[in-house]
Structures are given as structure tokens and as C-alpha cells.
């Protein structure tokens, strides 16, 4: 049996890969969270495949997304990222990853973890849309900009609501498979 998948993944094997195997389904472990934020503060700007290439890149360049060593970085951390080829090489994204670490620490010392926080905002329920055509897919909506606001006010960089929306698509908050792809209703 053929899976029927949503259309932005077909063609390119990384995409389906990711597509069948972790976008849209539900992610409440803090280093994970962590991964994705990290990832598509990183994204922003840039086309996903670019980081889903060089994710095994940025996995080895930050320390397996361990956020307790990313929030000590250095500036000579930040020097060694910028020479790193085999990852994105943006001053202001490499130290909003040191920045957003400390502020992921902050949120999980004040909620115990940064799954609690995040998934707060859903109820701790994934949110089913049901678009049939992915020109109807939103990029943002009030709650990614209510998130990315407050997020903001906690000192927290290249997290605006778009990046927001992505990340929450990616960690399952929200489940846009498209109506007519095998994950639809499989991630809730």
C-alpha cells in the first residue's frame, strides 16, 4: 500500500523521511524541544531542507543540542561555529542560541520543565487542523505570536511568530498534515 503524504514532502527522500517519521508528532522530552527550537531559529530565512541536511552537522557542532553546555558558550564557541562550514554560519543565530539556552533553562527552573510551559499553551493537547491543500496551511496565527511575544519579553531571539508556527508544527502542538495524508489523524 502507497502512503498518501502531504504534498511539500514528495520528491526529496530527507523530506519524506522527515515527514514520515517525526514532523507533526507530539514532542514533550526538553532536549528535543530544545533541538527543534534551535533548528528553526536557524531555518529562519533559509529553506528547511538546507537544515535538515546539515541537521547531523549542527548536532555535532552543539554539543548533541545540549542546552546546559550551549547556554555556557563562549565567545570562543561562537568563533569556532562561525568557522564551521558544515553548518549555517550566522553571528546573530549562533549567539540567539546561547541566549535562547539560558532563557530554556529559566522557563524549566519556573515550570519545572519547557514541555509544561509549551504544551500549556495547547492544553497539552495537539491541535488537529484540517486543511485539504497546503496553500490554506497558515504561517503564523494569534497563538504563535502570542508565544513568540511572551517568549520575546523573556529574552528569547529569532523566534518570531512564523518560526513559531514551524516549531509547533514540527514538535506535534499543532497536527497540519494535509486532510488526505496517512499521518492526519495519526499524531493525535
Not at 47 to 67: G, P, V
Request: hydrophobic content about 30%; proline content about 2%; glycine content about 6%.
Amino acid at each position: 500500500m502507497t502512503k498518501v503524504r502531504c504534498e511539500w514532502c514528495i520528491g526529496q527522500d530527507i523530506y519524506e523521511k522527515y515527514h514520515d517519521e517525526e514532523w507533526g508528532d507530539p514532542v514533550y522530552e526538553d532536549q528535543h524541544l530544545y533541538e527543534l527550537l534551535l533548528l528553526e531559529s536557524f531555518q529562519a530565512g533559509l529553506n528547511w531542507l538546507t537544515i535538515l541536511k546539515k541537521r547531523e552537522q549542527f548536532r555535532e557542532a552543539f554539543d548533541e543540542f545540549d542546552y546546559h553546555k550551549i547556554s555556557k558558550y563562549t565567545q570562543k564557541d561562537v568563533s569556532r561555529l562561525l568557522n564551521n562550514e558544515e553548518i549555517v554560519r550566522h553571528r546573530g543565530k549562533i549567539e540567539a542560541s546561547i541566549t535562547n539556552a539560558k532563557g530554556f533553562i529559566k522557563i524549566q527552573e519556573e515550570y519545572d520543565s519547557f514541555s509544561k510551559y509549551i504544551w500549556g499553551y495547547v492544553s497539552k493537547e495537539p491541535i488537529l487542523n484540517s486543511f485539504s491543500k497546503l496553500n490554506q496551511v497558515p504561517s503564523q496565527t494569534e497563538m504563535s505570536q502570542n508565544i513568540s511575544g511572551d517568549l520575546r519579553k523573556r529574552g528569547f531571539k529569532f523566534l518570531g511568530p512564523t518560526t513559531i508556527y514551524a516549531f509547533m508544527q514540527a514538535s506535534g502542538m499543532v497536527n497540519d498534515h494535509l486532510t488526505y495524508c496517512f499521518k492526519h489523524k495519526k499524531s493525535v
